[in-house]
């Protein structure tokens, strides 16, 4: 007998049908027992007068007669005739699947992961991020962008301040990319102009908070014949705008059980753009004090003023001074071309227009104590033609977790890598 | 001016546009001097009385007006005004960007990566692979499969026979994925049942062929509630026949530069199931000679027999002997419910169903010298109830190699990575 999904059960009323999932809960109510089965389309009730012999997350196939009961979840049930085993669990589960995943640490989450991920609302989050991913991608084809995948080991270590992992590679080191960044810019310059990236990228900080993990998924945008830093804002916010919309079109479901809402597309559009100068004296003001840089409470209070001032939860800050963003930042006087985004009191995007011309770039190498040699075949972008271009990445991990307002990045990593976390 | 691209240069007729691109080729006849600019779009042949003092790559703003010429390739030339330099290029190229590059050998267009791309034709292999990717989701997404994103750096390197590279991680060693197996199991037995990854795999093999890399992009694909590797087959078949229908309706482009041809959807359809028995016997009677196992020759003779008997490059071999296979497959007497798929020579995919139960798991690990410990958390997958499953992967660069019939795996990598190669 084919195999019925959940979501499609009214249609078969009255019907001999045949289900498939996992066991997620047992309710033994003395001569009737209720079974909620669970499969990747939704839970059903499946009724019985027989003794259920069954453990819970056990997957089954279950024949019965499809039956309407205006108390089961979804207005029918499945009268049971039989149920046939295809996986068997063993009866003590070390993760409470069909509970609430707010009563359990973060670390029994992760611990846990290979099981905690069948919890309905902890796996809710994934589907939700392989949304974003999906619209990501639709957006910049859409635009004329290219996918690319560029290597993620490097035979240089030196594209910024950030630490790297070390891989052994054969009798040789290399290390683990940081970004895609020079090559996303050697593929603007190698004539597709517009290039985008999903892929993993490593960092191999030591910091342990809720905004780190040491390996992510960067979102990577590249485009070329751009004027300034602004042509990008402009790109990411049609972009985040896009998004955004179709989250709240299509995901609600995965939004709703974290009774989450997602910005809308016209708070997107309303997002301010401020200078960092301005964005330090916001701060200030707010917090009657002294602001040498933006730090993670300067950005709520960013976050909170555009809330309040603009209706919106977005706030893009450009023109960083030049010693806080990498040698390849295009400069403008003591600032540079170059922005954040911040979200919901988080730093989502960085981004700007890039250094394109090979004579900048050879007279800003020294001022970085830095060296063209060091760059591998970095310049050569530059040496042979190079369109004024730039770019931006989004962090998924991050993304996610400012929609779904998740506490922790962990919880919007699958297999999350931090210092101690390498398992499973 | 708003920019024009180049392929929409016929609706702008007698009108001042503004152009923007590389100088790909420049024809001094005395008195008047032909450019030929190249964009993202295209190509356009630029004509003018002037001298033109520009080096070939630099990248340039054309001003000018749209004359017909019949003689020009498109049949609009652009009458220019004047160029107005973005980027411009140093007078010598350390590769023949305008030329042909089977006129160059590998060594130097790998060499030579940051330039090298430039060449239209190497471009176009990079255009039609991002195609594949978005075939490959579009056709999983439109049949229910969630994309997921695993961790690529693990912490036990026991998933098979393939040797890993090893990272520095902080105070501990762990290793480079050679695929999201472990991972897209654990998603599929998590209910999501059907997922698929778009990722890096690495292998540390000591290899120096025309079909291997030590770091690939694996398109990964695992589907739950099936019955055998007959299932995975029907579903890389579907698949397969979405992808070639759309490259021969949308790529013919990128194919043509190559003298390429894509298999059709329906060759696709017709691709023969035989067993590893009988491909071993097929591969003897052509040899004349006792075969023991499938080598890259056999694949050869395996194409070459299916051309010729179903008239496809495309054969799926299934029941592989337990012993050649890693200890998850799912056995069927001495022979396993696994398969390999080989196009035109060359094996693109490995697949079959997965041991799903904990019992014949913990029954197989000692048949492999292995033990549940040092599979981290695997067995928590089949312990708390899986459903029977499996899946495949496809190598891309393999895929990209075979539609466009290139001698060499790493011309379709765009940054490839081997045993002495890891720049630029």
Redesign the interface.
């Known amino acids: 007998m084919k195999?019925t999904l959940i979501k499609d059960i009214a249609a078969h009323e009255g019907k001999e049908i045949m289900l498939?999932g996992?066991?997620h809960r047992i309710r033994d109510l003395g001569g009737v027992t209720f079974v909620i089965l669970?499969?990747?389309s939704g839970r059903c009730q499946v009724v019985t007068n027989d003794e259920v012999e069954l453990?819970q997350?056990?997957?089954v196939q279950a024949y019965g007669k499809v039956a309407p009961n205006e108390k089961a979840p979804g207005g029918y049930e499945l009268a049971l005739d039989r149920f046939e085993i295809?996986?068997?669990?063993?009866p003590e589960?070390?993760f409470p699947v069909n509970g609430d995943p707010a009563k359990v640490g973060i670390e029994l989450i992760l611990d846990?992961?290979?099981?905690s991920?069948?919890n309905?609302k902890i796996?809710s989050i994934?589907?939700l991020?392989?949304a974003l991913?999906?619209y990501f991608?639709e957006y910049l084809?859409s635009n004329?962008f290219?996918?690319?995948?560029?290597?993620?080991?490097?035979?240089?270590g030196t594209e910024g301040g950030t630490s790297v992992?070390?891989?052994?590679?054969?009798d040789?080191k290399?290390f683990?990319a940081q970004s895609p960044q020079?090559?996303k810019q050697?593929?603007v310059?190698?004539?597709?102009?517009?290039v985008f990236e999903?892929?993993?990228a490593?960092r191999?900080e030591?910091h342990e908070t809720s905004r780190h993990i040491n390996?992510y998924?960067s979102l990577d945008v590249e485009m070329g014949?751009i004027e300034s830093e602004m042509d990008i804002i402009e790109l990411e916010r049609g972009l985040l705008t896009y998004i955004f919309d179709k989250v709240n079109e299509n995901n609600k479901a995965d939004m709703e059980v974290w009774g989450a809402t997602c910005p809308t597309g016209e708070q997107m559009k309303k997002a301010p753009v401020i200078t960092h100068d301005e964005a330090k004296k916001i701060i200030r003001e707010k917090l009657e004090r002294r602001v040498f840089e933006i730090s993670p409470e300067g950005e709520r209070v960013l976050s909170a003023w555009a809330e309040e001032e603009h209706g919106t939860p977005l706030v893009f800050i450009n023109e960083f001074p030049r010693r806080k963003r990498p040698f390849y930042t295009y400069p403008k006087g003591t600032k540079t071309m170059s922005f954040d985004l911040v979200f919901r009191g988080l730093e989502i995007t960085t981004g700007g227009r890039r250094i394109?011309?090979?004579d900048m770039l050879r007279e800003t190498l020294p001022r970085f104590g830095m060296t063209e040699e060091q760059l591998?075949?970095?310049a050569?972008?530059?040496?042979?033609?190079?369109?004024?271009h730039g770019g931006f990445a989004i962090g998924?991990e991050r993304l996610t977790q400012k929609i779904l307002g998740l506490g922790n990045i962990k919880e919007c990593?699958?297999?999350?890598?931090d210092?101690k976390r390498?398992?499973?």
Chains 1, 2 share one sequence.
């Open positions: 195999r498939s996992w066991v669970r499969d990747r453990n997350e056990s997957v295809l996986g068997a669990a063993e589960l070390p846990q992961r290979m099981i991920l069948r309905p796996l994934f589907r991020q392989a991913v999906k991608g084809r004329d290219t996918e690319i995948k560029s290597s993620k080991m490097i035979g240089t992992f070390e891989v052994e590679y054969f040789r290399v683990l020079f090559y050697a593929m310059s190698s004539g597709l102009e517009r999903i892929g993993h490593y191999a030591k390996e998924v014949f394109n011309e090979y591998g075949g970095y050569d972008i530059f040496k042979y033609g190079c369109p004024p998924l990593s699958l297999f999350p890598r210092r390498v398992m499973p």
